[in-house]
């Protein structure tokens, strides 16, 4: 039963990502204390239930930031961030490239894929790459 809870607790996480979510609310979707709760979550899926959060607003940042045109800023605040400044820095840390570096290397990645493939990998793989001339 715990673990259904938990569950519960997790999908509106998955649902409610780019709103504003607070423990005591989680935790009343999971039926357990605000402690307990805390206790609980970290202990089923291995971080704490912001953690979580943060990490599926940042999976949809990366999303958003490959595959549309959205600016960096309508990004940030439709995940769910209430600065860019925070966004951009914690985006920074957890990924390695700021928001508009990381929409960069994505779009030129699709333009372009065979340049992220190190040569050793497309020499051993006798993967055909294209003459610069085309």
């Excluded at 999976?59 to 925070?86: D, Q, W």
Aim: proline content about 5%; charged content about 30%.
């Amino acid at each position: 039963m715990a673990g259904a809870n938990l569950e519960r607790a997790r999908e509106l996480i998955d649902a409610q990502y780019a709103q504003p979510l607070d423990l005591d609310e989680l935790a009343r979707a999971a039926n357990f204390s605000r402690y307990h709760f805390l206790r609980a979550f970290r202990r089923a899926f291995h971080e704490t239930p912001h953690e979580y959060l943060t990490r599926k607003r940042l999976e949809r940042a990366k999303e958003l930031l490959a595959e549309s045109e959205l600016t960096v800023t309508e990004i940030c605040f439709e995940v769910g961030f209430e600065s860019l400044g925070s966004f951009s820095a914690l985006f920074h840390k957890i990924v390695g490239w700021s928001p508009s570096i990381y929409r960069a290397r994505a779009w030129e990645m699709r333009k372009n894929p065979l340049k992220f493939i190190p040569n050793c990998y497309v020499i051993k793989h006798g993967i055909p790459v294209p003459d610069a001339a085309d």
